[in-house]
Structures are given as structure tokens and as C-alpha cells.
């Protein structure tokens, strides 16, 4: 195990390495260069300044030296400095070292989408199983519908119903940010609770579509495992059918589920823009979209790399999922 664990880690860095040169020549494509934020505004401005504004942030060298210098930065671990006015490192507005740990971009948007998953997998595995052992009745009817309903809805128009619905009309839940004006003068328990308010909205947006495909997925891969032969023999040996489905069928069902939870890892990033945006977190979903929005090269480099790496653990972390969930791929 320990050499296919060292195989597959040596397999990511060329892998690793055309996602960003990829992500690099792609982002050149976008139309308006950096500058033209600080220059387009600004009708004083002289051409011989907007040289110098190029010559400083590196754009006047060729794409390839431009992608040179900076995948020379990143095996240093430096991501260089924004293109934002304030010139901050960009590693240093990743991790926001200058805010409390649990208001730091990264930790907010980890948090969000760890209970996101929490949630959909402690219902949508339930859910996909009980479906498929119930196949054609009203509860499998129902669910269809709510699952279907969960794939069509858009997450934004979603998100902006529910807004309105509970936080406008019936003022229960709180619509933007993670915490009231008033949280710090509140007691222990008021805070945990203002911030569990701010928290339900945002966690179930981003888990209902979640929840919807993966009951989905585990409800298939339950059809298709119950109806193979070792079931049949189970089942004749006169076990118990919840001995059936949960000792003998699950592990084998559960092998797709694996792989959406391991392609889920990146979405801790992407999947964050729409709601973080909606619902006004300051997490690495709403950075990304301002740093998209600016044309702040460096942090949208730096956050697509961290985005393409958790994309390369998350194949990893499925992989050895995989091999604890069937016994063949760790003979093999």
C-alpha cells in the first residue's frame, strides 16, 4: 500500500504541472490586462506610465517567462504579490494570517462545506438505501420528485427564495455575513447561536443539490448490487434482509459514493462562489470571484492551484477509499 500510495503522489506532480500551465494560458485569453483597472479610470494617465505599470507586475515578458517565473515562485512556496492596490503576498490573503482563526477565509469555506458533506452523506446514503429497498412505492415516488426538483433548481434562485422567504417575510434567519452587528456584546451562548442562525441558509443551499445527486447514486448502486447472485445466496442462507443490505450490500454500493466524495474535495472551492457570494461570506469563494472580477493574475493562480490540488487528493482519498471498501483493489 505504502507503494502505491508513493506511485500516485509521484503521478500528481505532472499532472499537477499541466493544470497550471492550463489554468495559466487560459487566464492570458481573457480579454483587458490588469492594469487596465488602475489605467481605464484614470484619462490623465500617459502611455509611458501604462509601460511602466506592465513592466512592474511582468507583463511585458513573454507568456511562457511569465509562467517560468512564476511556477519558480511557486516551488519556493511563494505565490507572489497581488495586483491589488494594497500588494499583499498572495499566500498572505489566502490564509488571512491577520484575522482569528475562525474568521480566516480558508477555515470559513473549509467549515461550510466539511458540514455540507456531513449532512448530505448522513442522508443521502439512508435515503438512496431505503429507496432502493422500497423501489416503485409512494415513499420512492415522492423522493424522485424532490430529487428531480433538487437537479432542475438553479442553487442561486434557490438560495435568493429562501432569503426572501425566511429572512425577509418571516425575519426568522439572517440573509448576509457570518455574525450580527451586535454579536460581540452578546453571551457565549448568544454568539454560538447567532452564528448557527447565519450558518443554516448557506449549509443548506449548498447541500440540497448535493443531497439530491448522491441519494440518487446510492439509491442506482444499491439497485444494481441486490440484484447479483451472492445477494441471492445471502438471502437464501436465511439471513436477515437488514443483515443483507447493510454487512453484504452496502461496501459494494458504497463504491460510487466514494468516488463523488473524492471529486466533491475541490468543490470546497468552486462550489463556493455562488453562495458565498449570495449570502455575502467572506470565504475563498467570494476572494476568488474579486480576484476573477480584478484581473489579480497571482491570487487567481494561487487559488485555482490550491483548487488543483485538492482536486489531486480527492482522486487520492477515493482511491484509498476504495481500497478499504473492497478487498480485491487491495489484493491487487
Given amino acids: ?20 500551465l492550463v489554468s495559466f494560458l ?11 483597472i488602475l489605467t481605464e479610470m484614470n484619462p490623465k494617465i500617459t502611455p509611458e506610465a501604462r509601460e511602466r505599470l506592465e513592466k512592474l507586475y511582468g507583463l511585458d515578458k513573454p507568456l511562457m517567462v511569465q509562467y517560468g517565473i512564476w511556477l519558480k515562485r511557486v516551488a519556493q512556496l511563494d ?21 482569528p482563526l475562525l474568521e480566516r477565509r480558508l477555515f470559513i469555506t473549509f467549515m461550510l462545506n466539511l458540514l455540507s458533506m456531513f449532512i448530505i452523506m448522513i442522508i443521502a ?3 438512496g438505501i431505503f429507496s432502493a429497498t422500497h423501489q416503485y412505492s409512494l415513499y420512492d415516488k415522492i423522493t424522485t420528485v424532490i430529487v428531480f426538483i433538487g437537479f432542475a433548481m438553479p442553487s442561486f434562485w434557490f438560495a435568493l427564495l429562501l432569503m426572501m422567504f425566511f429572512g425577509i417575510h418571516l425575519h426568522w434567519l439572517p ?5 450580527s452587528v451586535n454579536h ?14 447565519h450558518l443554516i441558509l448557506p449549509i443548506f443551499v449548498s447541500a440540497f443539490t448535493g443531497l439530491a445527486a448522491d441519494s440518487r447514486y446510492m439509491r442506482s448502486s444499491m439497485l444494481e448490487v441486490i440484484r447479483q447472485d451472492y445477494i441471492t445466496a445471502a438471502r437464501a442462507k436465511g439471513l436477515s434482509e437488514k443483515t443483507v443490505i447493510y454487512k453484504h450490500a452496502l461496501k459494494n454500493a458504497l463504491l460510487p459514493i466514494i468516488t463523488l466524495m473524492g471529486l466533491s474535495v475541490p468543490g470546497l472551492i468552486g462550489g463556493s462562489v455562488i453562495f458565498e457570494n449570495i449570502f455575502g461570506i467572506p470565504g475563498m469563494g467570494q476572494l476568488f470571484y474579486a480576484s476573477v472580477m480584478q484581473r489579480d493574475y497571482p491570487l487567481v493562480m494561487g487559488i485555482l492551484t490550491i483548487g488543483a490540488i485538492l482536486t489531486l487528493i480527492g482522486n487520492l482519498l477515493a482511491d484509498i477509499g476504495y481500497m478499504f471498501a473492497d478487498p480485491r483493489i487491495r489484493a491487487r
Fill in 184 to 197: 460581540d456584546s452578546l453571551s457565549v451562548l448568544g454568539q454560538i447561536a447567532d452564528r448557527l442562525s
Fill in 79 to 99: 505565490f507572489g504579490n497581488s495586483f491589488s492596490t494594497d500588494r499583499r503576498p498572495v499566500m498572505e490573503k489566502i490564509w488571512d494570517t491577520k484575522q
Fill in 26 to 36: 487560459i487566464l492570458q485569453l481573457a480579454p483587458g490586462k490588469p492594469t487596465d
Fill in 125 to 127: 446514503i439512508p435515503l
Fill in 1 to 20: 500500500m505504502i507503494t502505491y500510495l508513493a506511485k500516485r503522489l509521484f503521478e500528481m506532480i505532472p499532472t499537477l504541472f499541466g493544470i497550471t
Fill in 175 to 179: 440573509i448576509s455575513g457570518l455574525k
